[in-house]
T-cell receptor, first 115, second 111 residues
Framework: GAVVSQHPSWVICKSGTSVKIECRSL??????MFWYRQFPKQSLMLMAT?????????EQGVEKDKFLINHASLTLSTLTVTSAHPEDSSFYIC???????????FGPGTRLTVL | GENVEQHPSTLSVQEGDSAVIKCTYS??????FPWYKQELGKRPQLIID?????GEKKDQRIAVTLNKTAKHFSLHITETQPEDSAVYFC??????????FGPGTSLSVIP
């Protein structure tokens, strides 16, 4: 199967700072990447869909200026949480799909804690 | 947009018994229905999926059924084992489009 990595696996930051999370497809070209957020004991909530070379499509209620998504290549998408606040603390998971596969492959997730 | 509901939210079964989780979806355009198992702090793992042109699919102890008319699909786990304990999510998608997750079912298998 395809492999998706995320970096960092966990991060702690101060309130007001920005944090960048990387999502990489290691052995396939990901034409589409998805970003999810998961609060404790809750489901995965889709935040946005990003297609390589175009602007991300955000789900209703997700602030695009706060959660900046860049999908600059077929193997890398980044999520930047700007001016992070404690309520942004969550588990952020990316997934990727490509022409070669009919399913999405998930990264291992990034645990963000904002103090 | 798509809305996926899932029941029950928690489920406890004795080891060896069967577990059934049921989901409904709202968007008739959805044609791909994956099921994921997630252990605490880890990524969701695809355990089985079904497409809209199939009514049932089985993989060893796991089976999934789909009723497209009623927009229902279900996960069946037979001969449950303690290592089956986890949170299970159903999901719906229109092909390679975004996957919308149900709220999850916390399954506990009691030895």
């Amino acid at each position: 199967g395809a492999v998706v990595s995320q970096h960092p696996s966990w991060v702690i930051c101060k309130s007001g700072t920005s944090v960048k999370i990387e999502c990489r497809s290691l052995d396939f070209q990901a034409t589409t990447m998805f970003w999810y957020r998961q609060f404790p004991k809750q489901s995965l909530m889709l935040m946005a869909t990003s297609n390589e070379g175009s602007k991300a499509t955000y789900e209703q209620g997700v602030e695009k200026d706060k959660f900046l998504i860049n999908h600059a290549s077929l193997t890398l998408s980044t999520l930047t949480v700007t001016s992070a606040h404690p309520e942004d603390s969550s588990f952020y998971i990316c997934s990727a799909s490509g022409r070669a596969y009919n399913e999405q492959f998930f990264g291992p997730g990034t645990r963000l804690t904002v103090l | 947009g798509e809305n996926v509901e899932q029941h029950p939210s928690t489920l406890s079964v004795q080891e060896g018994d069967s577990a059934v989780i049921k989901c409904t979806y709202s968007d008739s355009a959805s044609n791909y229905f994956p099921w994921y198992k997630q252990e605490l702090g880890k990524r969701p793992q695809l355990i089985i999926d079904i497409r809209s042109n199939v009514g049932e699919k089985k993989d060893q102890r796991i089976a999934v059924t789909l009723n497209k008319t009623a927009k229902h699909f279900s996960l069946h786990i037979t001969e449950t084992q303690p290592e089956d304990s986890a949170v299970y999510f159903c999901a719906a998608s229109a092909g390679l489009d975004k996957v919308i997750f149900g709220p999850g079912t916390s399954l506990s298998v009691i030895p």
